[in-house]
């Protein structure tokens, strides 16, 4: 291990995963991604290889079988695991953030049945927010859960009967075809009033499917897998609901209309989450690079040698260190049960960026061989730009970024 992305002030049982989760990453993953990755197959063996060291559970608390860990804890084993393969670290995030949301916004009910088999893998999670229309705009959001309380009065069973059925179409869903539970964001006019803003009216609910494609349960349907240029190997997919009915007990927290805050609050741990996804990319390509060029000569000797290549090389470190550095405090703030959503945005932000830079950088130090199939660099190329629209758009960082900056540096009086 060289000498960058090292975090200070961590626990003996946090180097130890760490040291575990690496171990595993430079046996189980590195060897096989690229080969795996350009066949577009899910990596089944490694999944199971994580479940078994505890992965899927690491920030469910131990109450439900889980290690009870730290959002930082979590962000440093992402950043190893996506230096072994993004897809991989994407497979886990969006188990994570369905599990933390139920962690935070669950019925004990909810937390009780689903926590204990998420943190053994057995129920795997993906969510759903966006739809093919709207991009970055969750409050345009036009799929639809309506209240069908087969024909009781509603007060009645306000609390665990009834059912909603829901409509509409929605898209980019990582694990979408194998998770087991969906989290989706639905628009629910019930109980609001006519002219409620867009973003007060919607709710989340917890879909329970088979793995798979096609009509998976009656009303929910799963296409098929999108092709995508890179962050192969993960099913991404579209969900269409047709007349899709759930359970009113299946709303996350049991009250309608809370959506919104409970998805954005999943969706900031999902930003350190890309952060660290960002900075494991950065440190694989720069590993890549300073290797290469201490090999590859030109005019006598090795290209790292030439300044022009240190420069790139200095870089390129540089970039790596300050991304991980950016990424360790947004965690850090996470956990002390601060308010981090100005803090994530910069991580997440800046680490996709430089993440963008540094590969390229590793990429020219490649020369020709950048552009074969059979260096690893390749793979890395392709999938950099999936982390500048991941999470909200590199743009929408700067949108959060700017409006949390006025709010602290507004000018009094």
């Known amino acids: 291990m060289g000498r960058l992305a090292q975090t200070d002030g961590l626990t003996d049982v946090q180097q130890e995963i760490l040291s575990t989760v690496r171990d595993f990453v430079d046996k189980e993953i590195i060897p096989v991604a690229t080969g795996l990755e350009h066949r577009d197959e ?49 497979i886990i995030n969006t188990h ?18 689903f ?16 739809e093919p229309g709207l991009g970055s705009d969750v409050s345009a959001i036009t799929s639809k859960g309506v209240r069908d309380d087969g024909g009781t009065s509603r007060s009645s069973e306000a609390e665990s009967g009834g059912e909603y059925v829901l409509t509409g179409q929605k898209m980019w869903l990582t694990n979408g075809g194998t998770s087991t539970l969906v989290a989706v964001l ?25 793995p798979g494609f096609g009509e998976v349960k009656p009303g929910l349907t799963i296409p098929g897998k999108i092709d995508k240029m890179g962050y192969k190997g993960v099913d991404t997919t579209e969900l269409i609901m047709d007349g899709l009915r759930v359970p009113a007990d299946r709303v996350l927290g049991g009250v309608t209309g809370r959506g919104f805050y409970q ?61 991980h550095a950016m990424m360790v405090n947004a965690a850090r703030k996470k956990d002390s049960g601060r308010r981090n959503d100005l803090e994530a945005g910069m991580a997440k932000y800046l680490a996709s960026e ?26 890395l ?33």
């Open 96 to 113: 994570f953030i369905v599990a933390y949301m139920l962690k935070q916004h669950g019925t004990q009910e909810q937390k009780d049945y």
């Open 263 to 323: 998805m954005m609050d999943g969706v900031e741990v999902g930003r350190v989450n890309v952060a660290a996804r960002g900075c494991g990319v950065a440190q694989r390509a720069f590993e890549l690079g300073v290797s290469y060029a201490q090999q590859r000569q030109t005019f006598g000797k090795p290209i790292a040698q030439h300044q022009a290549i240190q420069f790139k090389l200095a870089e390129m470190g540089t970039k790596v260190e300050a991304a």
């Open 115 to 130: 926590l204990p088999k998420m943190a053994a893998g057995e129920i795997r999670g993906a969510f759903s927010m966006s």
């Open 354 to 379: 430089y993440c963008k830079e540094v590969v390229e950088d590793a990429f020219r130090i490649h020369g020709g061989y950048g552009f074969s199939k059979e260096y690893e660099i390749e793979r």
């Open 186 to 210: 639905c628009r629910t006019d019930e109980g609001h009033p006519e002219g409620t803003a867009p973003h007060k009216s919607m709710t989340t609910f917890l879909i329970e499917k088979e």
């Open 381 to 413: 190329y392709r999938e950099a730009p999936m982390l500048l629209i991941g999470e909200g758009t590199a743009e929408i960082q700067k949108m959060i970024i700017g409006r949390r900056l006025l709010e602290e540096y507004r000018i009094q009086g």
């Open 42 to 90: 899910y990596p089944s063996q490694i999944v199971e290889g994580l479940k078994d060291l505890g992965v899927f559970g690491l920030m469910i608390p131990e109450e439900y079988g889980g290690l009870g860990e730290s959002l930082l804890t979590y962000a440093l084993c992402v950043e190893e695991i996506a230096r072994g393969w993004m897809s991989v670290s994407g």
